[in-house]
């Protein structure tokens, strides 16, 4: 019995989190229809809600504005120009705002909204007032739900097809509030060593320790029309935190109550994290050998 449960404990990975930052991307959050995928936000309004009620720290980065716009206004693709992007991501954030009002409130839970830029944090004038923000929100328990303020984040925007990308914010985001894990939620179950919708043979990796030029090569682009930043900026932001000795975890975010398992150390998803006692090494090992 002692050594089931020593195996058992193998299996497990080491998560102590209290501030936790969830990015959450349109793949999770609008169907493949173009429809709002309604179940999502009540489970991550749910999830969220009750980790807040255990006494957790959370703050939210949600994509969707886009999609979320593209639904408002009937269109089924996303236009190219700039300024039309710009104008769908203002139409649908206020929709977005809009629907995680109503779930949350459902679950007695206060949110705000957080609109940045990728570089908000180089100033410190604009440092300082985001952070004061963040923390008398978390202090009045209430959750900030972050998105990249689309209407003026030209500094980052790829004039042809994408604004930046909420992956590395989420990830700018959790190094400046000195979150204990991040917990990106996409439409995938981790970080597998081909790309599985391309690949039926693409193996899904346990554990990452270590990112370098090799890992990248794995990691195609968007597996959604709506997705924006695929697996290259999911990469990036487990980059930072692998090297600022945080944690971070892919998982797919079809039901968001996944986090709670997560939280608990269960094999969700990918973990990125410089901790040696788990088994990442073999599973680096095995990509690194491909
Ligand atoms: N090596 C890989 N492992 C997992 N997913 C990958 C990989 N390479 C490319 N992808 C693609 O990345 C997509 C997730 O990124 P994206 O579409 O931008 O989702 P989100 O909207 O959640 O950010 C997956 O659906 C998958 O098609
Ligand atoms: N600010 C954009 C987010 C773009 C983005 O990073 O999207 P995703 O790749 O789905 O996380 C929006 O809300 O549509």
């Given at each position: 019995m002692k050594e089931e449960i020593q195996v058992a404990n193998m299996n497990n990975r080491t998560i102590n989190a209290n501030r936790i930052?969830?990015?959450?991307?349109?793949s999770s959050l609008i169907h493949p229809s173009g429809a709002i995928n309604l179940e999502t936000f009540d489970q991550l309004a749910y999830t969220l809600s009750a980790l807040n009620n255990q006494g957790k720290e959370l703050i939210l980065v949600s994509s969707g504005a886009i999609g979320v716009g593209l639904n408002k206004m009937?269109?089924?693709?996303?236009?190219t120009e700039i300024g039309?992007?710009?104008?769908?991501?203002a139409i649908g954030q206020s929709e977005l705002m809009t629907l995680f009002t109503q779930r949350f409130n459902h679950?007695?839970?206060d949110i705000a909204q957080v609109l940045l830029t990728h570089d908000i944090f180089d100033y410190p004038?604009?440092?300082?007032?985001?952070?004061?923000?963040?923390?008398?929100l978390l202090n009045d328990n209430v959750i900030p739900i972050v998105n990249e303020n689309d209407t003026v984040a030209t500094d980052e925007l790829d004039h042809k097809t994408t604004f930046g990308d909420n992956d590395q914010l989420s990830a700018i985001v959790a190094s400046h509030v000195n979150a204990d894990l991040l917990i990106v939620l996409s439409d995938i179950d981790g970080f597998y060593d081909q790309n599985p919708k391309k690949y039926v043979n693409a193996n899904l990796i346990?554990?990452?320790?270590?990112?370098?030029?090799?890992t990248f090569t794995v990691a195609g682009g968007s597996g959604s029309r709506f997705g924006t930043g695929g697996m290259q900026t999911k990469l990036l932001a487990a980059k930072r935190m692998l090297d600022e000795n945080r944690q971070m975890v892919l998982a797919n975010?079809?039901?968001?109550?996944?986090?709670?398992d997560i939280l608990a150390g269960k094999q969700i998803g990918t973990l990125f994290s410089n901790d040696s006692t788990s088994n990442q090494h073999r599973d680096l090992a095995n990509l690194n050998q491909k």
């Open positions: 930052v969830v990015k959450v991307g349109t009937n269109l089924k693709k996303r236009p039309a992007q710009q104008a769908l991501a679950y007695l839970t004038k604009s440092n300082k007032y985001v952070m004061d923000t963040f923390n008398c346990s554990t990452v320790n270590h990112i370098n030029e090799k975010g079809k039901d968001p109550r996944v986090i709670l």
